[in-house]
């Protein structure tokens, strides 16, 4: 693949002027892997038809509020399943919201209650005894089924009825269920949280030491509630995709016209434009096929998981101020758009790299601590291409200025010739002409990036890494660090919504 990509490429850089027609090549690899990983049970293309257009129809609020939920239960259950870095924090309010001002208010009014009660004489303990209780079922929560022991010994201390006794008869100490209180924290607490519960044994009035102790335990709470993620993922994974689909389905027949178009028209458009593109490119030969001999055979030749990993590439370079996104794949829309990002930066730096080694002596691209220095350089002055404010042309100006510098001083140490004036603007001009969509070689490595990335998704992520087309070479970690994350996203949403796209593709 990439010979016949190396043998078109001055050709294909000026052939079009539609960035989507760099795509790499009919995608016509095996899924074998992936398929074989779709439980029996699956909805299956007969089974799951293509959605037909409902009438318009009025949503109550009670509708709109339950499909709410379905949604945020499905994008919750989608984010732990694809995301193994999932966290969940604790809840931070903007300081000028009026959700915090509110809550702000109904926690002072509540302490200041807290605090006359018990400077009465005597002491009122009501709220007190309902903070106990509250302490207490937060505790019982943090155990495990096997822990008998410390759930005992809970129970037996924070006997709220035995401390109301205790207050009623003027023989209640605070102090004494407090120091209970936060010695059991620090048992149960992770090693994360050793701090915050030891530095409660520094405070000594009741009001400041119970409002700490709350918010240490919810802090807890974070913990536990991620530590339960943690330990169910293995087993929501098994349940995720049949779960997700499921999902989609109920939305789909209830309310397909607020939170989808009727019979999932982007999906669709989608799915249309990859299979004329790959049957295009099968006549005209613009582009490497992803098996078998460029143009040869006919459209009955492409296959649904062909067009489908052709269209997963043209995610990559989506429009997503112009278009929108089809629905199959909207909750992954940031990480598309994240991963296209990526490879936009990786684009840019492949090209650099490669105008400066050819242009250098041999020598220099095998020096492996000058070229990851100079990779280092240009990847820190193309940090900010994502922010609206970054402008290329400047930063490819700069970043000439730094390589002819860095380049200079490698020739010089190693005893080579030093560049002359005329190659050193040379040099220069070729790379502020990466600025260009159209210049021929950021086309190559787009090319060659996108291929590489079709390889690997055909090859049902199972095997090693291809091998990395010409060029690619300084940028090859990088490379396949996003190429694993794509075809991960990629693998998942196939088992969870392919029944969908076989059935509009068929």
């Not at 605070?174 to 519960?197: N, Y």
Request: proline share 6%; glycine share 4%.
């Amino acid at each position: 693949m990439s010979e016949n990509l190396d043998q078109s490429n001055i050709n294909e850089a000026g052939k079009s002027n539609d960035s989507e027609q760099d795509l790499g090549g009919a995608v016509e690899g095996s899924d074998e892997a992936l398929e074989k990983r779709i439980k029996p049970g699956s909805p299956s293309p007969q089974r799951v038809q293509r959605p037909h257009s409902s009438p318009p129809r009025f949503v109550t609020v009670e509708e709109l509020l339950e499909t709410a939920k379905g949604v945020t239960n499905m994008a919750l259950a989608h984010e732990i399943a694809v995301n193994g870095e999932f966290r969940i924090k604790p809840v931070e309010l903007p300081e000028d919201s009026l959700e915090k001002r509110v809550k702000d208010i109904v926690h002072k009014a509540f302490w200041d209650c807290l605090s006359t009660q018990l400077s009465e004489d005597p002491p009122t303990y009501d709220h007190a005894i309902k903070l106990v209780g509250e302490i207490k079922q937060t505790l019982l929560s943090f155990l495990l089924p096997g822990h008998t022991r410390l759930r005992n010994q809970i129970t037996e201390v924070l006997d709220l009825d035995l401390i109301k006794q205790e207050a009623e008869n003027g023989a209640l100490d605070i102090s004494k269920l407090a120091e209970f209180i936060i010695g059991m924290m620090g048992t149960l607490c992770a090693p994360a949280r050793d701090e915050e519960v030891k530095k409660l044994k520094d405070i000594k009035e009741i009001v400041p030491l119970f409002r700490a102790i709350f918010s240490v335990l919810d802090l807890m709470k974070v913990d536990m509630a991620n530590f339960a993620v943690t330990s169910i993922r293995p087993h929501l994974m098994q349940q995720s995709v049949e779960y997700e689909r499921k999902k989609f389905q109920e939305l789909l027949e209830k309310q397909p016209i607020v939170f989808f178009t009727d019979s999932l028209d982007f999906v669709t458009q989608w799915l249309e434009e990859a299979s004329d593109d790959l049957m295009n490119q099968k006549y005209k030969n613009s582009l490497p096929a992803a098996g078998g001999a460029a143009g040869s055979g006919d459209a009955t030749m492409l296959s649904p998981v062909a067009v489908q990993n052709y269209a997963y590439l043209k995610l990559l370079k989506w429009d997503h101020l112009q278009r929108p996104f089809p629905e199959t794949v909207l909750m992954d829309q940031s990480r598309f758009q994240e991963l296209q990002l990526q490879l936009e930066q990786l684009t840019i730096l492949g090209a650099v790299l490669l105008v400066t080694f050819n242009m250098a002596a041999p020598g220099i691209s095998s020096q492996a601590d000058f070229a990851e220095k100079l990779k280092m350089i240009v990847k820190i002055l193309l940090t900010d291409m994502h922010l609206p404010s970054f402008h290329l042309k400047d930063a490819l100006t700069t970043i000439g200025e730094k390589v002819c510098v860095e380049v200079s001083s490698c020739l010089s140490l190693c005893g080579f010739t030093p560049f002359t004036t005329d190659q050193e603007t040379v040099l220069k001009g070729q790379i502020q002409a990466v600025a260009s969509p159209e210049d021929p070689i950021r086309r190559i490595m787009d090319s060659r990036i996108l291929t590489f990335l079709e390889t690997y998704l055909a090859s049902g992520h199972q095997k090693p890494f291809p091998t990395v087309p010409g060029g690619l070479g300084p940028i090859q970690k990088e490379l396949e660090e996003v190429a694993v994350k794509f075809v991960r996203l990629v693998n998942y949403n196939k088992m969870v919504f392919s029944p969908y796209y076989d059935a509009i593709l068929s």
